[in-house]
């Protein structure tokens, strides 16, 4: 992570939003409040909401806020290895749906580990194909990235809101695990929070808050939402 001065702006919050139009600021307000303060708050962008279309693919102003697994494999695994934001921007880049995204780069008050969160509104085909797809049997095992070998393994899900599934990208040697993931689907709306790999106490095992995380953030959601949203 770059260094920002104290009392500096960080310089990546200056790259400008891809998407056509003011998004929906409910979105923002749905996401978990960013819980740095002081001199921290320097290295979070603030969230975001991105109304579709996305003009410039190649921009860093959706993925900066999202984590993603460095296991990539091919295409039909970008939404689980990367995030539901880069199948939103690749497969359903369109006037009517939109993307709301945000990190938390330190631990919470809590002791909520780095995460962070995606809320998607648009049609409800689009939030359907988001929600609940099978694993493609091309990404349970990839071994195209020699560097970065790993795969998706599913996992017990929180069952909140309409429906909901978890899912490990795992790796191979020191990561056994790069990232944890849970999706759920609101109405109106779908939500994902990740998780990456990441030091902590002894002990503790970064996956194991995804649950408590992901459901205060459909609770969130869901209070500030309803059920008003395009969907």
């Given at each position: 992570m770059a260094v920002v001065p104290a009392g500096s702006p960080n310089p990546q919050a200056a790259i400008p939003n891809p998407g056509t139009g003011a998004g929906d600021p409910r979105l923002a307000a749905a996401l978990l409040p960013q819980s740095a303060s002081g001199h921290l708050r320097a290295?979070?962008?603030?969230?975001?909401?991105?109304?579709?279309?996305?003009?410039?693919?190649?921009?860093?102003?959706?993925?900066?806020?999202?984590?993603?697994?460095?296991?990539?494999?091919?295409?039909?695994?970008?939404?689980?290895?990367?995030?539901?934001?880069?199948?939103?921007?690749?497969?359903?880049?369109?006037a009517g749906v939109q993307l709301a995204v945000t990190q938390q780069s330190v631990p919470g008050p809590s002791g909520w580990p780095m995460f962070s969160e995606a809320i998607i509104t648009g049609p409800a085909a689009v939030l359907g194909s988001l929600a609940d797809p099978a694993v493609p049997a091309g990404c349970r095992t990839i071994t195209s990235q020699t560097a970065y070998p790993g795969g998706i393994q599913t996992l017990a899900?929180?069952?909140?809101?309409?429906?909901?599934?978890?899912?490990?990208?795992?790796?191979?040697?020191?990561?056994?695990?790069?990232?944890?993931?849970?999706?759920?689907?609101?109405?109106?709306?779908?939500?994902?929070?990740?998780?990456?790999?990441?030091?902590?106490?002894?002990?503790?095992?970064?996956?194991?808050?995804?649950?408590?995380?992901?459901?205060?953030?459909?609770?969130?959601?869901?209070?500030?939402?309803?059920?008003?949203?395009?969907?």
């Amino acid at each position: 992570m770059a260094v920002v001065p104290a009392g500096s702006p960080n310089p990546q919050a200056a790259i400008p939003n891809p998407g056509t139009g003011a998004g929906d600021p409910r979105l923002a307000a749905a996401l978990l409040p960013q819980s740095a303060s002081g001199h921290l708050r320097a290295f979070l962008l603030p969230p975001a909401v991105v109304a579709l279309p996305d003009r410039d693919p190649r921009s860093l102003f959706i993925p900066l806020r999202q984590y993603s697994a460095a296991v990539t494999g091919p295409p039909e695994c970008a939404g689980w290895t990367a995030g539901l934001w880069l199948e939103v921007v690749t497969s359903f880049n369109q006037a009517g749906v939109q993307l709301a995204v945000t990190q938390q780069s330190v631990p919470g008050p809590s002791g909520w580990p780095m995460f962070s969160e995606a809320i998607i509104t648009g049609p409800a085909a689009v939030l359907g194909s988001l929600a609940d797809p099978a694993v493609p049997a091309g990404c349970r095992t990839i071994t195209s990235q020699t560097a970065y070998p790993g795969g998706i393994q599913t996992l017990a899900a929180t069952r909140a809101g309409l429906g909901s599934r978890a899912f490990e990208v795992t790796g191979a040697g020191k990561f056994p695990v790069w990232t944890w993931a849970e999706v759920v689907r609101g109405p109106g709306f779908v939500l994902e929070v990740r998780i990456p790999v990441q030091s902590g106490p002894p002990g503790s095992a970064p996956g194991a808050s995804l649950a408590s995380i992901t459901a205060a953030a459909y609770q969130r959601a869901i209070r500030t939402l309803g059920a008003t949203t395009t969907g």
